[in-house]
């Protein structure tokens, strides 16, 4: 039996079957994003981590069909969800991100035919098939902040090292100041 999600086919063979794509898999499963989450989660220590973070889920469905009446346009409607392992850039602690992505993609090739309408976001493809594990994949990466931080600064847990030198502030260019002062 064939993998849809994997399998590589043109949006519009997709389109036109009315595919449907339920997606219920690993992070392990999603090699580019597991690999960005491994990256983020180096800055701990293992013993740190809760769980094996390869097994949180990506949830989500995709629906193929055309955007057009002459059936020349082909779309994708979905929404995928996941929950990954992340270290908070604010305290440095491990947390757990909530990524949530609504997809509503018009598919053009690199020679163009597509436009924006409707609210859908043109998705241009540099080859004329393509595995939706693909998409769905970089969607996700796509989705992911530049810096991870826990939603409410009061859920960050300050290190002690932290607390205890708040009341020393360094200033570098206290002693430039002065000079700068001095001067006529």
């Not at 969800?81 to 850039?89: E, L, N, R, S, Y």
């Not at 035919?113 to 609210?119: E, K, L, S």
Request: proline content about 5%; hydrophobic content about 45%; some cysteine.
């Amino acid at each position: 039996m064939a993998n849809v999600l994997r399998d590589r086919r043109t949006p519009s063979e997709l389109a036109a079957a009315g595919q449907v794509i339920e997606i219920n898999d690993k992070i392990g499963g999603f090699r580019r994003l597991a690999e960005i989450v491994a990256a983020d989660l180096l800055a701990l220590a293992p013993d740190r981590l809760t769980g094996d973070w390869r097994d949180s889920t990506v949830a989500g469905r995709l629906v193929f069909g055309f955007a057009d009446a002459q059936r020349r346009l082909p779309k994708l409607d979905g929404e995928l969800k996941v929950t990954v392992d992340a270290v908070c850039q604010r305290c440095l602690e491990p947390f757990r991100l909530p990524v949530s992505v609504e997809l509503r993609l018009l598919f053009a090739n690199a020679a163009g035919g597509a436009t924006n309408g409707d609210g859908y976001e043109v998705w241009e493809l540099d080859e004329e098939a393509f595995a939706p594990i693909d998409l769905v994949e970089e969607a996700l990466i796509m989705a992911l902040p530049l810096s991870a931080m826990h939603e409410d600064r009061a859920l960050c847990v300050a290190p002690a090292e932290l607390e205890e030198s708040a009341g020393e502030t360094i200033r570098p260019f206290a002693a430039l100041r002065s000079q700068l002062q001095k001067e006529p």
